[in-house]
T-cell receptor, first 112, second 116 residues
Framework: QQQVKQSPQSLIVQKGGISIINCAYENTAFDYFPWYQQFPGKGPALLIA?????SEKKEGRFTISFNKSAKQFSLHIMDSQPGDSATYFC???????????FGKGTLLTVNP | DGGITQSPKYLFRKEGQNVTLSCEQNLNHDAMYWYRQDPGQGLRLIYYSQIVNDFQKGDIAEGYSVSREKKESFPLTVTSAQKNPTAFYLC???????????????FGSGTQLSVL
């Protein structure tokens, strides 16, 4: 059972455009929602994270939008740059354990 | 530099052979994790350890074994019982100061395991 569904699988955006990646979850006990960025041949690195008590969190060009009633959250990358080309993973976790559940990832390509 | 070191970067396994992937961290983190990454499948948890001498199975533990004898080290053995071992293996850790429940994971650079 996939607990975190991520879409799209791949995304191509022009430089300067907005990249949007969506995730949906089923487990209402999830209370922490991070996004990880992974470059080829490297391990993922935490990009930005949100808790369900807020609807939006912004860090630089990266914004998470969170809709608790719809059980959905999304990553928006403003002014996308070629250096943003990477695989992005959403994830979710409950506060009672150490296990992160990841989505299947989105391969983002930003064309110059 | 503080971080997580995985070795080797590439590893080849023969039929019927057990292989061990190394993971060392100098971040003084209590918790360590092993994830398996397959193309288009995301990251799936194999084993995790919250403290020395204790570990729990993740979602896909069959065919794998771990040990946690030291805080800094969490080696993963891929046994011959794992029939489809070809994947990218990622070790991670989390520890004090990373959130109320130590949420932030720090990942190593991974080991690519292939079957000969």
């Amino acid at each position: 059972q996939q607990q975190v569904k991520q879409s799209p699988q791949s995304l191509i955006v022009q430089k300067g455009g907005i990249s949007i990646i969506n995730c949906a979850y089923e487990n209402t006990a999830f209370d922490y929602f991070p996004w990880y960025q992974q470059f080829p041949g490297k391990g993922p690195a935490l990009l930005i994270a949100i808790r369900p008590d807020v609807s939006e969190k912004k860090e630089g060009r990266f914004t998470i939008s969170f809709n608790k009633s719809a059980k959905q959250f999304s990553l928006h990358i403003m002014d996308s740059q070629p250096g943003d080309s990477a695989t992005y993973f959403c994830a979710a976790r409950t506060g009672s354990n150490y296990k992160l559940t990841f989505g299947k990832g989105t391969l983002l390509t930003v064309n110059p | 530099d503080g971080g997580i070191t995985q070795s080797p970067k590439y590893l080849f396994r023969k039929e019927g052979q057990n292989v061990t992937l190394s993971c060392e961290q100098n971040l003084n983190h209590d918790a360590m994790y092993w994830y398996r990454q397959d193309p288009g499948q995301g990251l799936r948890l194999i084993y995790y350890s919250q403290i020395v001498n204790d570990f729990q199975k993740g979602d896909i533990a069959e065919g794998y074994s771990v040990s946690r004898e030291k805080k800094e080290s969490f080696p993963l053995t891929v046994t011959s019982a794992q029939k489809n071992p070809t994947a990218f293996y990622l070790c991670a850790s989390s520890g004090p100061g990373q959130g109320p429940t130590n949420e932030k994971l720090f990942f190593g650079s991974g080991t690519q395991l292939s079957v000969l």
